[in-house]
């Protein structure tokens, strides 16, 4: 089965803090992506990467950065949280597929953070 | 640009009718799509997807969804449903291109009732 990992399942910070989310997978896909989750807006795409150390920005990347030095290991850092970023974070992961999308995206159990 | 509808935000049906969730895309070829849903504090587990083929696809959980071009929707059904089904559910494109990239819709809540 794939299994992709959330480091956190809740998480509350200050205002200003610099944080990090972590995304494990061990299915040795090349994607993995970041969405943030908030009632009535459905998931929205922060960030996403297709290889190590490759990434492009998503749809609400302002206030984000991420990291992936290892293809199992994508990480999201908050620089400086702010309270409008308490929301749910979910991180996926998919095959670079070929023939071109044919492929589907396994999701973490989502990290719920709280700024405070 | 692309986008997902989902015109009912929560629905409630009783333990054992059919149910229908809604989904409307808006793209300029036909897109790959996708139904997922997410129990309560729950990741999101994939129910069903559309690549090409028959326009009727079926999934996990005795789900399943069709596809119709014409009307740009690709909505969910199932005939029976049961207490364990109630969730929020959510209806995601993607283009086809190898990034995997998903749009997703607002979601559907439902709330069944014994």
């Known amino acids: 089965d794939v299994k992709v990992t959330q480091s956190s399942r809740y998480l509350v910070k200050r205002t200003g803090e610099k944080v990090f989310l972590e995304c494990v997978q061990d299915?040795?896909?090349?994607?993995m992506f970041w969405y943030r989750q908030d009632p009535g807006l459905g998931l929205r795409l922060i960030y996403f990467?297709?290889?190590?150390?490759?990434?492009e920005k998503g749809d609400i990347p302002e206030g984000y950065s991420v990291s992936r030095e290892k293809k199992e290991r994508f990480s999201l850092i908050l620089e400086s949280a702010s309270t409008n970023q308490t929301s749910m974070y979910l991180c996926?992961?998919?095959?670079?597929?070929?023939?071109?999308?044919?492929?589907?995206?396994?999701f973490g159990q989502g990290t719920r953070l709280t700024v405070v | 640009a692309q986008s997902v509808t989902q015109p009912d935000i929560h629905i409630t049906v009783s333990e054992g009718a059919s149910l229908e969730l809604r989904c409307n895309y808006s793209y300029g070829a036909t897109p790959y799509l996708f139904w997922y849903v997410q129990s309560p504090g729950q990741g999101l587990q994939l129910l069903l997807k559309?690549?090409?083929?028959?326009?009727l696809v079926q999934g996990i959980k005795g789900f399943e969804a069709e596809f119709k071009r014409s009307q740009s929707s690709f909505n969910l059904r199932k005939p029976s449903v049961h207490w364990s089904d109630a969730a929020e559910y959510f209806c995601a494109v993607a283009r086809p291109s190898n990034t995997g990239k998903l749009i997703f819709g607002q979601g559907t809540t439902l709330q069944v009732k014994p």
């Open positions: 996926a992961s998919s095959l670079f597929a070929r023939p071109r999308g044919n492929t589907e995206a396994f």
């Open positions: 559309y690549f090409s083929g028959d326009t």
């Open positions: 299915m040795d896909h090349e994607n």
């Open positions: 990467s297709y290889d190590v150390k490759m990434k």
